[in-house]
């Protein structure tokens, strides 16, 4: 317990390390919110990944596969497609246009400056959505900190969470996008060398792929059926869709989007699309085999599924070896959740503030301003997070939901349709919001699909039928379209 003890306070010392030097390189709003638009596709591309994943690929993953078996791979499939169609489509167009659009740093910035909309509705409106999904997606890395600290060190719930939302702030409140950047580059690495090491260790426990397949069979032969439930039932046509739809989550993440805009530039984007799509693939590969390998080393099962990661590591390896690994989980939490308090931040200061109360805010008061926003964040989130009860999965599917239906449809085509209107970015945020929050609350039948399903299908409806039905853009905003596209395709 020492020797674990130790590991976790050097690696926490290495992170503050790094966001203290980020500090220095942090003049102005910009250099805080998307480090200046000076990552290269390597930090890009790890750092997309690992803000992206957060506790549940080491949590909620591995806990899904061993209750669902070889059915987790719906999900990962679902995921990996995301990752790579979200490179694909909007990284590039993303970078070009935010930096034209008036050098838009946070998401809202970019539909006000994209449409001209002069009465900060759009920005507003969107940055509450910011604030509202974030604050149960940054709760859910508090969850998956709790029960880290809790398992490891016997501390109680409570007081491990305060520890977790302690050292994420610390850095973050000092180097901004530079450090989180930085940060999850160390920390998406060490998160995939556990991610591989875990899974090849336990399974030399019990017989390779084999012994996999021979425990599953035995402790329950659904288990290696894609097509089944663990009770032998098929999985529906929404089930199975409810699986892949997670993908369609990736177009509207502010956090993930960041480190678009945040590249040095559009032509970094293809390496960097190579990178994070390895970096993802064998990641939830490893996540699902750790589930997966657990049901032959553990036959006596968990109380919680989502231990399953920290009991196997904890079991297999030595204490030094084991605390660099339990470490991976709390890289995992603190890449996400820095990223989130970041974005939510930078919403308070540049959305609110900025637009609404203080046009002509200093940089410095900008960033006093975020920091500030960082830690009153941080502390709702940590209220939230309070229940012990919460899992990690429910509080991600809920906000990446919320996020992909607000705002992935109507960023998709504000960056491929000229004909897009103020209006239709407006319908088509509010319906896709909305519609995630009231179908959660719905059940029974086709109210059973995930909720971003009917909100992203929805928000394309109410975008496109709000544009037709309102005047085209101005030409300035047709101009700017074309002036992009031209730059994409050049």
Known sequence: ??????????????????GI?????????????????????????????????SGWLLMGLPGYAMAAGFGSFWLAAGLLIGTWLNWLLVAQRLRVYSQRADDALTLPAFFEKRFEDHSHSLRVISAIFVLVFFLFYTSSGLVAGGKLFETVFGFDYSIAVIIGAIAIISYTLFGGFLAVSWTDVVQGLLMVGALIMVPLFAMGEIGGLSGIFSAMEAKNPELLNMFTDADGKDI????????????????????????????????HVPAARRIAVLWSAVSMAGACLIGMAAIGYLPEGLGDTETVFMVLVDALFHPVIAGILL????AAVMSTADSQLLVSSSALAEDFYKALFNQNASQEQLIRVGRIAVVVIALIATALAMDKDSKVLTLVSYAW????????PALILSLYWKRMTKMGA??????????????KQLAGGWFDVYEIIP????AFIAIVVASLLTPPPSTTIQARFDEVDAEIKS
């Open 1 to 18: 317990m020492v020797t674990v003890t130790i590991t976790f306070i050097l690696y926490l010392m290495l992170m503050l390390a790094i």
């Open 21 to 53: 030097v980020a500090y220095r390189r942090t003049s102005d709003l910009s250099d805080y919110v998307l480090g200046g638009r000076n990552l290269g596709p390597i930090p890009s591309a790890l750092s997309a990944g690992a803000s992206d994943m």
């Open 236 to 267: 529906t046509l929404i089930g199975t869709l409810s699986l892949l739809g997670w993908g369609l989550g990736y177009f509207g993440q502010p956090h993930i989007l960041a480190r678009f805009k945040g590249i040095k530039s559009k032509d």
């Open 327 to 330: 470490a991976a989980i709390l």
């Open 401 to 408: 939901a919320g996020f992909g239906a607000a705002f992935g």
């Open 426 to 439: 407006l319908a088509g945020i509010l319906t896709g919001g909305i519609t995630v929050v009231v179908w």
């Open 455 to 458: 909100g992203v299908l929805f």
